[in-house]
């Protein structure tokens, strides 16, 4: 389904936004917990991680509700505690581009840290998501006085820049079993668990999300998953993939 700039907004307005709240701990407990989980968060120094949860906001937001739309102020970055987040750029035609799943331990709006105003992307909630929603001026300025925090947000973002150019020389070069076979072995990174099978990518990703992030359509990924499955690459199993021989999985990249 296409999200286009206009249906994003009516879903901003028309769907509340958060959650329950979690009374099993306090608030500065929730925050510093998902502070924990983030790498960024922990080269940060004690006070700018006292810092961090003072000025911080805890968002809950339930799947397939907005974290963030694209074209709203970027006034906040967002570390995320729990679920996963989709982020998804509406074009002018109409369509709607997927650029990637944010988890556990990840940022979200590190643009706003740079010359962007506005959110350039939406994000979706995969899953019901937690996050500490930070702002844009508060993090600046921790930056200035902490150079671990400072290195730590400069190797993630030099690390998402290496992640868009190879998808982008991924798409010019690779046929479509490439590309599928490179997007599971980076699921297996991310969010792979052991399995007594092989490895289980624990993100329950549709036919169509992974049509989108590799470019192709959700036909053409049933038909390359099935090739899979009866080559004993892979299974299938209650919408979530178990990677049975990784090293024909890399074979195919």
Known sequence: MMIGKEALARNMRVRPSTLGNDGGLDLDARKRRILRRS???????????SALCDGGTIRRVS???ILAAQGDPATAIAFVGMGRVRLARAMSDGRNLSLGYRGIGDMLGEAALGAAATHRE???????????SVPVATLRGLMVQDGGLA?????????????TEERL????FRNVESRLAEFLLKAMTRWGIPDPRGVLIAAPFTHQEMASMIG??????TLTLGDLRRRGVLEV????IVVLDREALRQRV
């Open 39 to 49: 790498a960024i968060a922990n080269a940060a120094s004690a006070a700018s991680q």
């Open 151 to 163: 290195a730590a947000l400069m190797v993630v973002m030099v690390e998402r820049q290496g992640d």
């Open 237 to 240: 199993d209650r919408r979530r």
């Open 122 to 132: 939406s994000a979706v909630a995969a899953e019901d998501v937690e996050a500490l």
């Open 63 to 65: 799947r397939g509700r």
């Open 216 to 221: 192709s359509t959700r036909e053409t990924v």
């Open 169 to 172: 020389a991924s798409m010019l």
